[in-house]
């Protein structure tokens, strides 16, 4: 990222052409990919008048903006720059004859920076490879004057070859590195015979590209080495790499790098029993590994798992490891106990062995639930809102009882809950009422400084949230700030500046980035604030930045085009990962899709062979197209999203039709060359609307459907998955599986029962009941469908509750009388307002009509957020009406205009009526 700090508009106005001359890259974290408060002084300038080339062949000696450098008889990594003296301009620079050639001094290059920006009232002077400022606000900042070469020295590509050997970094992140080339920065060796005309090499362009993407969890602060010291950061990512880094003086100071060869699920830090936690611990695979915080590694433990491990908690010598279904945990690298989840593990803790000695593990599965072992066995369940993704450690040591546990859900839920020895508390819960993203990180740091930890909560839309605590422990929300990419991991620590907190937000791309307490800007009176120095000199920072990039994107698509014509050039499709997630949501009862790549997004093609219906989206900016298509081919959808420049994140809101399943294609196209794109597919199920739950009210009216026959456990288990979302692929453990599930669109509920056939000849059984009979219709009709393919005979029998019909229109009614009302009123509001255009006094008309003019915006945006709610009621009520005379083997589909004309006049009542009375 070009960044030029140390010149403010004024100033860059006095020096001619400071964009023509020179480019200024950021030397520190910001060409790393690290975003720190600190790190806006240290800057690289680049001289565009000057190209360093190796090979003498490609000397053109008709220009003097060439430079040959030449090999040092000194230490590695330093080299002389010979120039053509027949050029006079080269002595304004300052050369210098060695035998029959001239060379480039160090010095001169430094004193004629030094003396251009004391023209300009810049108090410089230089110090070792740059010229430096002092400053009494922000301290010494550094400036490297720098001279760029297109290509790596030939002695530095034999380090390709090493990083292959080693497997770090990937073959497409050396390729790019070679390609950035290096710097060329105005210091000599100290031994040297001659060091003012030597050069040290840089390679601080390759370095940015050296974190890749990263996953939940995989950041963490290693603690401060003493009181009021500054932190390391640790960060592992998709690649296998683990860095870890510190901050000095705004620039990158990295403690070391190691590879693990495979991706890295998890990152977390381990120590004594009540002690600091120090030492580093990573899942790569099914390995965990451990290093020192100097890089030491001093474990690489092989559990031999079948599959990978996804979460991990380390507590003294115990370390706890879970995969998708099976959890296991060792003691000093021994397996002990494990366990066999009967649903998805998404993370795992333990709580602090100082404040409870007994082993008490906890898993947060994918079934909304958090389930507290003790040992092998399973002490009991905690029914939690949503999916839990995340936990931690309330107050990071568990509170005072040390049983407190936070955890955070995929629909984007908070809450606090109480591990009794028994039973659990729940002591509060954060809803998700502005359908933020889904939570993947959590921490607890006193951010505000009043004494009392903060909460920190990083989602998966990019919004970091600082919630504060009042008198009686319950959150209060304080601030948030937006990424624009998923943040995978946060913590509270100091790392750039000592005195002033900060929160570091690791996110999917790889970016580290870091909020701090420092303030911007300076108050002169009551409500009268002034940017500073710094917040004038970034408003700068990001012109150039994108005057920089839209330059170097031209350059290279010129190179590409040319590549292109070429005849021997060999054409390669780009990988590229993509983040997505698709979860429903209770609150509306739609699905929210989200795609995340980590280059900028150019358009996204959604195809469905199923009816659905595409929602508003307040965050998303994409332009929607609609394309024709035809019904009959079982094509009913065709939308492309034009995204606009640099938009890395996608978010798109769908609702389905229960009873229409079919799958939904998503073609994503990022902004690269050659054009390329991947294509993702999602099931879109019978009972799509549904969603699990652990609470089932048998003193409602239910229908029930019972089926028999030779099927197996399996079998049926892969039956019920296809029809309904929220289950485990792999048969749950047992002979008997029981799932609940509640309709996020009606509230009503289901449950499912079901046992497979055995070898002393017992038939497979399934019982599902329900107080919808429409749910009981979609699936018979599907199950019996799925066995016919198997030819496996089902014998059917069910039993259909009368008084289920009007609980469920009872049920739909508020729904649709408020879509109605919502409906009429939009209908009046362009005749109302033509009218008060008409008329000055307006006082004639009603309350009800002056509150529909007064919220006629909020009224059609509402509306057109849900076009087809009202559609949708219909379609409900028409096939409730249907499914109930199709169990009493009636076909009532004649009567269908006769319900819908008692809809549009609607009253409850009425409708029970025609229910009651049509046969």
Not at 445 to 463: H, M, N, P, Q, Y
Not at 623 to 644: D, M, W
Not at 669 to 686: D, F
Not at 822 to 841: G, M, N, R
Request: net charge negative; proline share 4%; aromatic share 8%.
């Amino acid at each position: 990222m070009h960044v030029p700090l140390c010149i403010n508009k004024d100033q860059r106005q006095q020096w001619p052409n400071i964009d023509d001359k020179m480019v200024l890259i950021d030397s520190g974290s910001r060409a790393e990919g690290f975003n720190f408060q600190s790190s806006d002084f240290d800057v690289m300038v680049v001289f565009k008048d000057f190209e360093v080339i190796q090979d003498p062949r490609h000397w053109d000696r008709s220009k003097w903006s060439f430079v040959l450098m030449e090999k040092c008889r000194t230490r590695p990594g330093f080299v002389r720059l010979r120039v053509d003296s027949h050029f006079s301009s080269w002595h304004v620079w300052g050369v210098r004859k060695l035998g029959q050639n001239y060379y480039l001094l160090n010095n001169k290059f430094k004193e004629r920076i030094s003396s251009q920006a004391k023209s300009l009232g810049l108090n410089w002077y230089i110090h070792g490879p740059c010229v430096t400022a002092e400053s009494m606000r922000y301290g010494e900042n550094d400036l490297a004057v720098t001279l760029a070469s297109k290509t790596w020295p030939i002695d530095a590509v034999a380090c390709v070859h090493r990083l292959l050997k080693c497997g770090w970094p990937s073959i497409d992140v050396i390729q790019a590195m070679v390609n950035e080339g290096c710097l060329f920065v105005p210091i000599g060796c100290r031994t040297s015979p001659n060091p003012d005309v030597e050069w040290r090499m840089s390679f601080s362009l390759s370095e940015k590209r050296l974190v890749g993407v990263t996953s939940s969890k995989t950041m963490r602060l290693l603690p401060a080495p003493a009181a009021g010291r500054t932190q390391k950061i640790c960060i592992g990512d998709n690649d296998g790499n683990l860095q870890v880094f510190g901050m000095k003086r705004g620039e990158v100071q990295s403690v070391f790098k190691a590879s693990a060869g495979k991706k890295i699920n998890r990152l977390e830090l381990g120590g004594p029993v009540g002690g600091v936690r120090e030492r580093i611990f990573i899942t790569a695979g099914s390995e965990v590994k451990g290093f020192t915080k100097k890089g030491k590694n001093f474990l690489s433990f092989d559990t031999n798992l079948s599959e990978p491990i996804s979460s991990m908690y380390v507590e003294g010598s115990e370390l706890f490891t879970s995969g998708n279904f099976v959890y296991n945990h060792y003691h000093d690298c021994k397996d002990t106990n494990y366990f066999l989840s009967a649903d998805k593990i998404c993370d795992v803790i333990c709580l602090p062995m100082d404040k409870c000695p007994e082993v008490t593990p906890i898993l947060a599965c994918q079934d909304r639930v958090l389930r507290v072992l003790q040992d092998a066995e399973l002490l009991y369940e905690v029914e939690v809102p949503g999916p839990p993704v995340v936990m931690q450690l309330y107050d990071k040591t568990g509170g005072d009882e040390g049983d407190e546990i936070l955890y955070g859900t995929s629909d984007g839920r908070v809450g606090l809950v109480q591990i009794g020895k028994l039973a659990p508390s729940h002591r509060w819960e954060l809803s998700n009422e502005k359908r933020n993203g889904g939570v993947l990180a959590l921490d607890n740091f006193d951010i505000t400084s009043d004494g009392v930890l903060d909460l920190i909560i990083g989602r998966d839309d990019g919004l970091v949230e600082v919630y504060s605590y009042d008198e009686s422990d319950e959150p209060i929300h304080r601030f948030k700030h937006s990424l624009n990419e998923s943040v995978t991991s946060v913590q509270g620590g100091v790392i750039a500046t000592q005195g002033y907190d900060e929160i570091v937000c690791a996110t999917y791309a790889g970016w580290v980035s870091a909020l701090t307490s420092e303030p911007h800007i300076k108050e002169s009176g009551p409500d009268v604030y002034h940017l500073t120095d710094e917040g004038r000199d970034k408003i700068i920072v990001l012109r150039q930045e994108l005057d920089d990039l839209q330059s170097k994107v031209m350059t290279e698509r010129e190179k590409y085009q040319q590549t292109a014509a070429s005849k021997t050039a060999i054409s390669a499709v780009p990988h590229f990962n993509i983040n997505d997630k698709f979860v429903l949501n209770r609150e509306d009862a739609s699905y929210t899709l989200s795609l995340e790549l980590q280059i900028p997004i150019d358009n996204v093609l959604l195809q469905s062979d199923v009816p659905i219906d595409l929602l508003d989206v307040e965050k998303n900016s994409a332009v929607v197209s609609y394309s024709a298509c035809n019904p009959e081919e079982g094509n009913f959808l065709l939308a492309t999203y034009r995204c606009q420049a640099n938009t890395t994140r996608l978010e798109l809101k769908i609702r389905s039709i229960e009873g229409q399943y079919g799958t939904l294609q998503a073609y994503v196209t990022p902004r690269v060359q050659p054009k390329t794109c991947q294509v993702i597919q999602y099931q879109i199920k019978p009972l799509s609307l549904h969603q699990r739950t652990h609470v089932f009210d048998d003193a409602r009216p239910l229908n029930t459907i019972k089926l028999s026959g030779a099927f197996s456990l399996a079998e049926m288990h892969s039956w019920v998955c296809f029809c309904l979302p929220e289950l485990p692929e792999r048969t749950p453990p047992g002979d008997l599986i029981t799932f609940h599930f509640v309709s996020t669109f009606l509230d009503t509920q289901l449950e499912c029962l079901y046992s497979g056939s055995n070898k002393t000849g017992k038939k497979g059984e399934a019982v599902f009941r329900s107080d919808n009979i429409s749910t009981i219709s979609i699936l018979k009709d599907v199950l019996t469908k799925e066995a016919t393919k198997k030819k496996i005979r089902l014998d059917i029998t069910y039993d259909i509750a009368e008084e289920s019909i009007p609980y469920t229109l009872n049920l739909i009614h508020p729904k649709l009388e408020y879509q109605l009302l919502l409906a009429k009123k939009v209908q009046l509001i362009d005749a109302l307002k033509e009218l008060s255009v008409h008329e000055s006094d307006t006082s004639f008309m009603s309350g009800e009509y002056k509150q529909i003019l007064e919220e006629a915006d909020d009224l059609q945006a509402e509306y057109k957020r849900q076009p087809c709610h009202l559609e949708r009621l219909y379609g409900m009520i028409t096939d409730l009406y249907i499914d109930k005379f199709k169990f009493k083997g009636q076909n009532v589909k004649g009567k269908v205009p006769a319900l819908l004309e008692v809809l549009d006049n609607y009253d409850l009542q009425t409708l029970v009526q025609f229910f009651e009375t049509s046969a």
